[in-house]
């Protein structure tokens, strides 16, 4: 777990065969935690090149331990910021390790690979690289730097003697957030998983990403847990798989309808219906049944032909200036999916804005829009759709060169005025002014207008994901389960232990009020309540005597000597559990003390 | 014949200025004598002995110690007697490895082999017991030199040396142990056991010559035999050196380096070059030989790499220089180098460079050690932060400055003004 | 001797003849150790390689034969012409663990082969013996008269000899210097080797390399780098005669040309950070968007996630805030302190800026502590934040100080540079600047 680096393993892996593949089978991959000095770096380099070589022998092998000549002409230098994604990123530096690769065509370069540049110990790496460049005239040898933060790590590591050995080239994988939108792009905007997620889980992923860890690797298996949750806990969700749908319906138990009709969007739809139609939704099965196939259906509908508009939406937002639904097509989706488009007042500004669009501005998103419904193969539904962008990009050609003709005529004459006018005619300038944008607005305008109210209706109308009912079979939506699973928070779950223990040990005799100590609670929750109450260094005497005086109060009718000793074994070994989880720890300042380690009040 | 001659001639000063041929030392006869009869004692009469001669580098230690066991084995009733272990601290870096070294010298590896040993002592007597019973007469002696002694009192315990003096003392068998160390305190290094075990007996090479013995010693390298080759050509050549060395400026530069360092070894350096260039064209040693020689051994070499570093890195060393003087020989780090630079050149308007290549500057300053780490092991903090030390002195600095070819007007105005006045 | 390689090597034949006149003839006693210094690309190794040709040697590099055992191995196995491969299971010639056995291989090698001359011991990087074992270099340096054979070991350092002294046994090699070359000696040896690709004519090039010279030396004198920039330049210097806007003989145009571009290079001397190719196509783009602050831009920037840029932040502030100061920034009450203007007065001129003696530790406390006060929004301490502090160590861009058992508050460090701090905080768009004591104050 941590920043980027499980993507790095798979990218480096991916890298290496294709490295092997194409361009030389001497690879070694050399990982900072298998190098911790300079013998270390080069048996391992040079046992992973041996094994290579024993199916290749043309080459005098250097024994294993000692002299190990490699060299390169040209080393390159790879620079992977954070993670990258698959094939798209590994292929850029394969094509520039081509070129050296040609210049010498006697033999095959061998390919050194740092994972983890920045956790290589400095001098291994500067040993190294003055070895490999001593070889360099016999040997071809490429080095490639896994970089995760930038470039000046390598200068940070390698002072001028060594770096001035290399001749380095820069490759850049794109950046995580690229990464994380082709796959939301691949897996959740398309109609053929029928499996999505709610706008709060989503944003809750998405969030995970970007703040915590950009990892596509964990964003995935965020995923996959989701998706399993979904389908163990509602038995409905077998509905979410398109096809075949019919067919389970009908094996459907009543009371697996049941389930079904007490979703919340189900509930709502049947509200809305006329009561004799409650009552047969309600009651009789083979209706609900027929009905619910019809809802799925319309779900598949829905959403065959909401993921293409919805691009439509983004294509026109992010050529708005200062883009108020974001930049990205993640952004809109979630906005989408938690709330209704029409209430959002950023979709609001953005339609006022696209309003005052130029021409050609307007024109490149209705072409871009066009282009979408083009090149998927969208539902009948969208024909209409598309057709009238289509007349309407006809009409803005159309009025491309028109329109100038007025402006033209107006605008020159006007310009000359305004040099030779003096200052107090201004005044009747600027009405003519806005008389002039009357005028065009006729022209131009009117259709802009136009065009964006179509586009508005259209948005408004299909993109309406949340009102549709039985949308919980397609949409997991326990945000915060997930939270509670995948952003595991170990200090509250302690104190959460420690000051509720009921909470975990369902135990009815633990629960209490809050403020007030029980003396039924165990000795480390007595101990720990009463710690949170202390300031930094915490007298041991108080605490025990407070600590009697709390839990104990039952014992202290029979006052015998030996229930004193128990006291005092029971409180230290609380203690000494508390300092094992780490809230407090003895300190040398004051004896008889400790001190705490959290923050007040936590 | 004549190029044959000189560069017969050649081959045979190197061969004495590299220490081949060991050619009786003049003024240390009371030295040879004493060494001469100390181990002719052990050979003849069967004498155990230990003794430690003591000198500064150069002095001839070796040279002395050679010569008198040539001499000794030419000697009729010594030859056959002895047995000469030459031991050497730097190679024999610990007892096993000198023990197996002892066997070797003395052949006895196969008596010795598959025999386990359970002491050091076991084991040296086993090895002079193979001696003994390897001769019908009584046993040989042995004679054990120790060069770089001071090197085997590091090992542990002593062991070696505790064992030898111990058969030396108890006279188990003839045995010298001589020692040749540079350290006079090397006594002190001894273990107590050790020590009382050590006759205490000494010989002090010290280079007590005067300048004209020195130059006596010179002329005396630099001379033929007589039955080297032709007369005629052997006596031209001792003429010519002995010109050679009444050369004022040749005695200025001996006397020079006389002055610096009186050992004989530092002369055979000194002599080398000339000699080398000696060649068909060049049949004589010239005192410009000579002082080029001295030239290239005394150069201040720093000063000399320094000149060859580039403007901005000389830049760097002066402001190093100003902060050792501002901050009285604190360590600084880069990123105040750095400052300084940029106020530098600031104010002297000259072209001024982005860090990235400044550090890169700066480290090659640092490969040369020019510069260099205040503390070891800093490899956890930034490069900029680590606290360094100028290794170069500031007269060196000026000198470079000085000799720095086309070397800009601010710059050498600025190394002979403070950092903050310019 | 005719066929001498003296005078093939450009501006070096003071020092080739010295070197040749120590060897001599190869029956010669050669003194024992010879000492080769100089910078870096000053042609000692071509120097020695061309001289020793003809002549039994063995070239050593001290850095890739890391311990004194490699060492005595490569030595051996070169002199016995043992190559370890395959057939033998990769073992060296025989085994040699110590000096003694080292010197003591050697000599029954010398001795077998009856060497006609001196066996020339070259050791390249020669500094790196200081940090083998202690007797190593002090053996090495008496060879000659450890083995008694006819051997002459030669050091190549950059380095002076002073500072190889220590220890005991030393016995002074003779020192050859080699000057760094001087303008004009760069300028002959630049055009002799000269690997500038086109017809041009000789004079052309000639200027060019003036030009080169003239305009990095400051900077710069290392052949080698000087070479690097004058081939990676060269392309756009007679880009305009192969357009042919302008004549070859027309200097001065040419020069104005590329002057912006020599500059420019200039600023990224040493960095190495572009192959040709892309330098090429960088210089292109430059000239077209006349932006030359990206590439700066472009070096610092860093990906991380949101708070890990955040948990930067705070450790930097940590790090170079004194903690006397937080409650100053970062206390949501703080009334501005109104003797800090006294404070600074005397703060400012001393040496204690922490941006000048570098990051002090913090505890983890009070990173969280400063990072909960810079983000806006609530976070919870959860796993991730914890494990994005380990992969922000493990980046190398902070480090922990403390001893590794003291599990219970360990300690840190910031590694990251100002500059890079202000990107990432200008990504985030938190000012920075604002919350730094030095500056502020």
């Known amino acids: 777990l941590g920043v980027n680096l499980p993507d790095h393993e798979g990218l480096f892996c991916d890298l290496e065969n294709l490295l092997r593949d194409e361009v030389s089978p001497h690879v070694a991959v050399l990982r900072s935690k298998d190098c911790a000095n300079t013998r270390n770096a080069v048996s391992s380099c040079v046992t992973q090149l041996m094994d290579t070589q024993m199916m290749s022998p043309k080459r005098k092998a250097e024994e294993n331990m000692p002299s190990s000549p490699r060299k390169s002409p040209r080393k390159s230098h790879k620079k992977t910021p954070m993670k990258s994604p698959r094939k798209a990123c590994s292929s850029a530096p394969i094509k520039s390790l081509n070129s050296p690769v040609k210049n010498q065509t006697c033999c095959k370069p061998l390919v050194i690979v740092f994972e983890d540049l920045e956790s290589f110990p400095a001098h291994v790496l500067q040993d190294f690289v003055a070895i490999c460049s001593n070889h360099l005239d016999d040997l071809p040898i490429v080095l490639i730097f896994g970089i995760a933060t930038v470039v000046t790590a390598v200068h940070r590591l390698l002072p001028h003697e060594f770096s001035s050995l290399l001749c380095m080239e820069k490759f850049q994988a794109p950046p995580a957030t690229q990464c994380l939108n082709e796959l939301i792009d691949q897996v959740l905007l398309t109609p053929s998983v029928a499996f999505r997620l709610s706008g709060r889980v989503f944003r809750l992923f998405t969030q995970l990403f970007l703040y915590h860890d950009f990892s596509t690797v964990s964003f995935i298996r965020a995923f996959k847990f989701a998706m399993l949750e979904h389908f163990s806990q509602s038995p409905a969700s077998i509905l979410c798989q398109s096809h075949d749908v019919n067919s389970k319906l009908e094996s459907f138990s009543s009371s697996e309808l049941d389930e079904i009709r007490s979703l919340p969007s189900f509930r709502r739809y049947v509200e809305g219906k006329p009561p004799m139609e409650q009552i047969k939704l309600l009651e009789d099965d083979d209706h609900a049944k027929a009905i619910i196939s019809k809802m799925l259906s319309d779900l598949t509908d829905y959403h065959t032909s909401y993921f293409p508009i919805l691009r439509c939406l983004h294509a026109l937002t992010t050529k708005l200036p200062s883009q108020p639904m974001g930049k990205h097509l993640r952004e809109i989706y979630a906005m989408n999916l938690s709330a209704d488009m029409g209430s959002i007042d950023d979709y609001t500004e953005a339609i006022s804005f696209s309003k005052a669009l130029c021409r050609d501005e307007l024109a490149g998103v209705i072409h871009k829009c066009c282009d979408y419904l083009d090149n998927n193969d969208i539902p009948e539904s969208l024909h209409p759709f598309k057709d009238e962008l289509n007349s309407y990009l006809e009409l803005l050609n159309m009025i491309q060169g028109k329109p100038k003709n007025p402006q033209d005529g107006h605008g020159h004459p006007q310009k000359g005025t305004l040099k030779s006018l003096a200052f107090s005619h201004q005044l009747i300038f600027i009405q003519t002014l806005q008389e002039n944008r009357k005028k065009k607005m006729t022209a131009y305008e009117s259709l802009r207008n136009d065009v964006v109210q179509f586009l508005d209706t259209n948005f408004r109308y299909s993109i309406l994901p949340l009102h549709l009912p039985l949308l919980e079979i397609q949409y997991y939506n326990k945000a915060g389960f997930l939270r509670h699973h995948l952003n595991a928070s170990p200090r509250a779950c302690i104190q959460s232990a420690l000051t509720d223990p009921y909470q975990y040990t369902q135990n009815s005799a633990l629960k209490c009020a809050d403020g007030v100590i029980s003396p039924a609670l165990p000795d480390l929750c007595i101990v720990y309540l009463l710690h949170s109450e202390c300031g930094r260094l915490i007298n041991l005497y108080d605490w025990l005597q407070v600590c009697c005086s709390h839990c104990f109060l039952l014992s202290f009718s029979y006052f015998h000597i030996f229930l004193v000793f128990r006291k005092h074994s029971r409180f230290i070994r609380a203690v000494s559990e508390l300092q094992f989880l780490g809230f407090v720890k003895p300190t040398k300042r004051k004896t008889d003390h400790v001190a705490r380690l959290t923050w007040g009040g936590c | ?422 | 001797m005719p066929d001498s390689p003296l005078d093939v090597i450009a501006c070096r034949q003071e020092q080739s003849r010295q070197l040749q006149s120590l060897f001599g003839s190869p029956i010669q006693m050669t003194a024992p150790c010879v000492f080769v210094y100089g910078h870096s690309a000053t042609g000692k190794t071509l120097v020695l390689r061309s001289l020793l040709q003809k002549l039994t040697h063995i070239f050593v590099n001290c850095v890739e034969c890391y311990s004194a055992r490699l060492l005595f191995q490569r030595v051996l196995n070169e002199l016995s012409g043992h190559v370890p491969s395959a057939a033998n299971d990769f073992t060296s010639y025989s085994r040699c663990d110590n000096t003694n056995d080292f010197v003591r291989i050697l000599k029954h090698l010398m001795q077998q082969k009856r060497l006609a001359g001196t066996l020339y011991l070259v050791l390249q990087k020669a500094e790196r013996l200081r940090d083998m074992e202690a007797n190593l270099l002090p053996a090495l340096l008496r060879l000659q008269h450890l083995t008694g054979e006819n051997v002459c070991v030669i050091l190549e350092s950059e380095i002076v000899w002073n500072k190889f002294w220590c220890g005991t046994g030393f016995q002074d090699p003779i020192i050859i210097h080699f000057p760094e070359y001087s303008k004009d000696e760069l300028l002959e040896i630049m055009l002799s080797s000269s690997a500038l690709d086109g017809e041009y004519s000789s004079e052309l090039k000639e200027s060019y390399c003036n030009l080169v010279i003239s305009v990095f030396h400051t900077a710069c004198r290392n052949l080698r780098e000087l070479q690097h920039m004058a081939q990676l330049n060269f392309p756009k210097y007679v880009e305009p005669i192969v357009t042919g806007e302008v004549q070859e003989d027309d200097v001065r145009k040419l020069w104005r040309n590329v002057e912006p571009h020599l500059k420019r290079a200039l600023q990224t001397v040493y960095l190495h950070e572009i192959s040709s190719s892309q330098w090429e196509r960088m210089q292109a783009e430059k000239s077209e968007e006349k932006a030359p602050p990206s590439a700066l831009s472009s070096r610092v920037s860093m990906e991380l996630p949101y708070y890990s840029k955040f948990l930067l932040i705070a450790a930097y502030l940590a790090s170079y805030n004194p903690s006397k100061s937080d409650r100053r920034f970062f206390s949501k009450n703080a009334g501005r302190i109104n003797k800090r203007t006294v404070m600074n007065v005397d703060k400012k001129s001393e040496r204690t800026s922490s941006q000048m003696l570098g990051p002090k530790s913090f505890g983890l406390d009070r990173l969280m502590a400063i990072f909960y006060s810079i983000v806006e929004e609530k976070v919870a301490p959860s796993a991730y934040i914890f494990s994005q502090m380990t992969s922000l160590v493990n980046l190398g861009l902070m480090t922990r100080i403390s001893v590794s058992d003291s599990l219970e508050s360990p300690k840190f460090k910031c590694l990251v540079s100002l500059d890079m701090i202000r990107a990432v905080a200008k990504n985030v768009s938190f000012d920075v600047v604002r919350y730094l004591y030095d500056f502020v104050g």
Not at chain 2, 40 to 57: D, F, W, Y
Not at chain 2, 116 to 145: H, I, P, T, W, Y
Not at chain 2, 400 to 409: D, I, M, T
Request: some cysteine; glycine content about 4%.
């Open chain 2, 1 to 422: 014949m004549e190029e044959d001659f000189i560069s017969s001639v050649q081959t045979l000063l190197r061969q004495r200025l590299c220490g081949k041929c060991h050619n009786q030392l003049r003024f240390r006869e009371n030295e040879i004598k004493q060494l001469h009869d100390l181990v002719h004692r052990t050979a003849t009469v069967g004498e155990s002995n230990s003794l430690l001669v003591i000198g500064p580098r150069g002095s001839g230690k070796s040279t002395l110690l050679e010569g008198v066991l040539d001499d000794l084995t030419n000697e009729k009733d010594v030859t056959g007697n002895i047995l000469v272990v030459r031991l050497n601290g730097l190679l024999q870096t610990d007892d096993k490895i000198a023990l197996a070294e002892i066997t070797r010298q003395l052949q006895l590896e196969a008596e010795s082999e598959g025999k386990a040993f359970g002491s050091f002592a076991e084991n040296l007597q086993f090895l002079l017991e193979a001696l003994r019973s390897g001769s019908d007469r009584k046993s040989r002696s042995l004679v054990f030199v120790l060069d770089e002694f001071d090197l085997f009192a590091h090992h542990r315990n002593q062991t070696l040396l505790y064992n030898l003096f111990d058969v030396a003392q108890s006279a188990q068998a003839p045995i010298c142990v001589i020692g040749l160390t540079v350290r006079m305190d090397v006594l002190e290094l001894l273990e107590k056991r050790v020590k009382s075990r050590f006759s205490h007996r000494f010989i002090h090479l010290l280079p007590t010559y005067e300048f004209k013995e020195y130059l006596e010693i010179a002329q005396d390298v630099l001379t033929l035999p007589q039955d080297f080759a032709s007369k005629k050509l052997v006596g031209d050549w001792n003429k010519s050196a002995q010109e050679f060395m009444q050369d004022s400026s040749v005695i200025d530069v001996l006397q020079q380096i006389f002055y610096l360092d009186k050992s004989i070894q530092h002369l055979y350096q000194l002599l080398m070059i000339p000699v080398c260039k000696l060649n068909a064209e060049h049949t004589k040693l010239l005192a410009s030989d000579l002082y080029a020689s001295f030239k290239i051994l005394h150069k201040d070499d720093k000063a000399a790499m320094l000149q060859g570093v580039s403007i901005l890195e000389l830049t760097l060393v002066l402001a190093m220089k100003h902060l050792n003087e501002v901050y009285d020989g604190e360590p600084f780090n880069f990123e105040m180098v750095f400052s300084v630079y940029k106020k530098f050149t600031q104010r002297a308007a000259l072209q001024s460079f982005q860090k990235a290549v400044v550090i890169k500057a700066f480290e090659h300053l640092c490969s040369l050690e020019i510069v260099r780490a205040a503390e070891s092991s800093t490899s956890r903090t930034q490069r900029e932060f680590r606290a360094l030390r100028l290794m170069a002195d500031s007269s060196q600095i000026m000198e470079a400055v000085k000799r720095y070819p086309a070397c800009p007007n601010e710059l050498k105005h600025w190394s002979t003004t403070p950092m903050l006045t310019l």
